[in-house]
């Protein structure tokens, strides 16, 4: 069974600077997709970023960027020039790819504070 | 574009009653899948319905069912309600089957907080 491992249950970072989350899983499929949410304190899962695992370049979305090593597995999201709102749970998830593995499967989450 | 929605937001329940919780998939979608969230936990998966039918099944017992209309919105009924129960419940919706791989991604609505005293 797949697994997704977040080890840092907390992370702190100054406004404007950089922070990296990790995530590693575990999983004997080759084509898999790789997400990080983010849940503010509204509880609203917000998509921040995907990964598809047959892609070697990184996924980039603006100041959020991810750093795939599929070998490794690892999956750690690297965010630049910190905002204040960028504070909440971060969550890892792993989905295996094709309609019938339709669950996203999650770590248990990192809590980002964002220091002024 | 409206976005997934889901109702009530909150709800509050004695142990033993059963709960309907709705969702309504993102304009477009035919696949609605539910989770639950315990209190600092990630969420877990439940089980997943397309085309009126449930495609895949997490661990869950059958206390918890679930049903998807011709419209695509879908309920998560749960029957003889336990203490363990109270959870932040998650609707997400996405395509099923696709050639564009970007379309299975799941986007999420802003879930119903059941409390079961």
């Known amino acids: 069974a797949q697994t997704v491992t977040q080890s840092q249950p907390e992370m702190s970072v100054q406004e404007a600077e950089t922070v990296t989350l990790s995530c590693t899983y575990d999983?004997?499929?080759?084509?898999?997709?790789l997400f990080w949410y983010k849940q503010p304190p509204s509880r609203q899962m917000i998509l921040v970023i995907r990964?598809?695992?047959?892609?070697?370049q990184n996924a980039t979305e603006n100041r959020f960027s991810v750093n795939f090593q599929k070998a490794a597995k690892s999956f750690s999201l690297k965010i630049s020039d910190s905002q204040l709102g960028d504070a909440a749970m971060y969550f890892c998830a792993y989905k295996g790819y094709g309609g019938s593995q339709g669950n996203l499967i999650f770590g248990k989450g990192t809590k980002l504070s964002v220091k002024p | 574009d409206a976005g997934v929605t889901q109702s009530p937001t909150h709800l509050i329940k004695t142990r033993g009653q059963q709960v309907t919780l709705r969702c309504s998939p993102k304009?477009?979608?035919?696949?609605v899948s539910w989770y639950q969230q315990a209190l600092g936990q990630g969420p877990q998966f439940i089980f997943q319905y397309y085309e009126e039918e449930e495609r895949q099944r997490g661990n869950f017992p059958d206390r918890f069912s679930g049903h998807q209309f011709p419209n695509y919105s879908s309920e998560l009924n749960v029957n003889a309600l336990l203490l363990g129960d109270s959870a932040l419940y998650l609707c997400?919706?996405?395509?099923?089957?696709?050639?564009?791989?970007?379309?299975?991604?799941?986007?999420f609505g802003p879930g119903t907080r059941l409390l079961v005293l």
């Open positions: 997400a919706s996405s395509f099923y089957l696709s050639t564009a791989r970007a379309r299975e991604t799941q986007y």
């Open positions: 990964q598809e695992a047959y892609k070697q």
């Open positions: 304009s477009g979608h035919d696949t």
């Open positions: 999983t004997s499929e080759s084509d898999y997709y």
